[in-house]
């Protein structure tokens, strides 16, 4: 009857993909609705790593049914490297796996449109992930796009011609070099090829007969709150609505389906690209927690800039989520940190602040924090929560009480095995 929807309330990474697989054995159905290839999600499970792009953190267990959204953008390149790969591992990826007519297509002119825009802004580029998610969307929206649904056309080919003559355009427009493209469009209709053999439905049809026939529905987000296209830090954000409500658009579903809004929090912050980060540590601490952490862009191997623990930014996330169930990641990062900083207001201005201006992008914001004491505990090979250290349940009900929602599940390593689902 219901759809629960699980995505992150930080700058991405907060363990989402993680998290999905652990939660899949309770879902009929995992479905992404917004993003695209920009996304990175790493599975961790009987000695294997897996980094999904586009494809629902689902893929890998038995009888779930995984569903790309409408509100997906998809490269056909990507996920035919991401299909192979899934193949070798023996994974049925075409029984489990069921793609929206809807959603839009990514062209290679997309990614070069993503390079040249970056390359235009200089020191002030976005720090995008160059996967053409930008312009991909600015066509979706402008009503020019190319859809998945159009690979079953006859006309396709020409409706490709037209939409790519108007990147050529204004590639050519802003100087950028197009020698690569030959060889992309030589991927591109390779990959196309594939797609048609896929599962290509009316994805809204499919979602809705599954919450009338009472099946279970996980919708994944991917990225992060603070970089929703509206309520992110604008304009160093993505180029969706990466919110509870984008599943509603996603996927077709009608707000009153939504129940359980899973908000996936790292234990602290971490953010990959430009754009304001008010606790960034640009300093040996955020290297230690970088090392510890190993942050690392799941997509494009940047380091991620790390932090202390935002709650303004976290309480704001709730907020606009709706957000019921807490899961942090991450905590056994922290586990050599004899005291952990939690930043609970701003300072703008000489005003005291404990929520997200308007502006964070231009304004000089002072991070005021709380010191915790540290747990100094390998949290590793923890299997309950009867088992955490004083400290670490220190910390969680003390977060609780500042956020309003439980704390649900701990997680305390990359492994599916590292988890803790706490007793309410
Ligand atoms: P996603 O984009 O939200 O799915 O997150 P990513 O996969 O990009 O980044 C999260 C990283 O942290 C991955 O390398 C995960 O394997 C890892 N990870 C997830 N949960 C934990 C945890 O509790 N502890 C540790 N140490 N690593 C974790
Ligand atoms: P997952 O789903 C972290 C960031 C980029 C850049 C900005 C815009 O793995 O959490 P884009 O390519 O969308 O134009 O980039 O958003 N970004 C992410 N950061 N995790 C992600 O996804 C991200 N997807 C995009 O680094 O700052
Ligand atoms: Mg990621």
Same mark, same amino acid.
């Given at each position: ?120 802004? =200089?020191?002030? %580029?976005?720090?995008? *992930?160059?996967? &053409?998610? !930008? @312009? ?8 020019? #796009? ?116 899973? =908000?996936?929090? %790292?234990?602290?912050? *971490?953010?990959? &690209?430009? !754009? @304001? ?8 601490? #955020? ?138």
């Amino acid at each position: 009857m219901s759809v629960d929807v699980l995505l992150g309330l930080q700058w991405g990474d907060e363990g989402k993909g993680k998290i999905v697989d652990v939660l899949t054995p309770q879902y009929n159905v995992v479905a992404r609705f917004q993003g695209g290839p920009n996304a990175g999600h790493t599975l961790e499970f009987e000695g294997i790593k897996h980094v999904l792009h586009t494809i629902p953190s689902g893929i890998f267990r038995d009888e779930t049914i995984n569903v790309v959204g409408n509100g997906v953008v998809i490269d056909p390149v990507t996920l035919k490297k991401e299909i192979d790969a899934l193949l070798s591992m023996k994974v049925p990826v075409s029984e489990r796996l069921f793609i929206s007519r809807k959603a839009n297509l990514i062209l290679p002119t997309h990614r070069l449109l993503d390079a040249a825009s970056e390359a235009l802004k =200089g020191a002030d %580029k976005i720090g995008s *992930t160059l996967r &053409g998610i !930008g @312009p991909t969307y600015m066509d979706k929206t402008g009503r020019n #796009g190319l859809r998945v649904g159009d690979l079953e056309s006859k006309d396709f080919n020409n409706r490709y011609e037209k939409l790519k003559l108007k990147h050529t355009e204004l590639l050519r427009s802003m100087n950028y070099p197009m020698t690569a493209l030959a060889d992309l469009e030589t991927d591109f209709f390779a990959a196309i090829d594939f797609m048609r053999t896929l599962n290509l439905v009316d994805s809204e049809h499919l979602i809705n007969k599954f919450i009338q026939s009472h099946r279970t529905i996980l919708a994944e987000g991917a990225q992060g709150s603070l970089l929703d296209i509206d309520f992110g830090s604008y304009p160093f954000v993505t180029s969706s609505n990466t919110i509870t409500a984008g599943a509603c658009t996603g996927l077709g579903v009608a707000p009153r389906h939504i129940k359980k809004v899973y =908000g996936i929090f %790292k234990a602290y912050c *971490t953010r990959v &690209g430009s !754009g @304001p980060f008010p606790t960034e540590l640009d300093n040996a601490t #955020g290297e230690a927690i970088r090392k510890a952490g190993n942050e690392f862009g799941a997509t494009t191997g940047r380091p991620r800039r790390c932090g202390w623990l935002d709650l303004p930014a976290l309480r704001y996330a709730i907020m606009i989520n709706g957000v019921t169930d807490l899961t942090m990641t991450k905590p056994d990062v922290l586990s050599d940190f004899d005291t952990i900083q939690v930043c609970t207001h701003y300072e703008i201005n000489g005003e005291r602040m404990d929520y997200m201006p308007y502006d964070i992008v231009n304004m000089d914001v002072k991070p005021i924090y709380i010191s915790l004491p540290g747990w100094k505990t390998d949290l590793t090979g923890i299997d309950s929560e009867d088992q955490f250290p004083v400290a670490l349940s220190g910390y969680i009900a003390w977060l609780e009480e500042q956020l309003h929602v439980p704390v649900s599940i701990v997680s305390v390593g990359p492994n599916r095995k590292q988890t803790i689902i706490r007793k309410r």
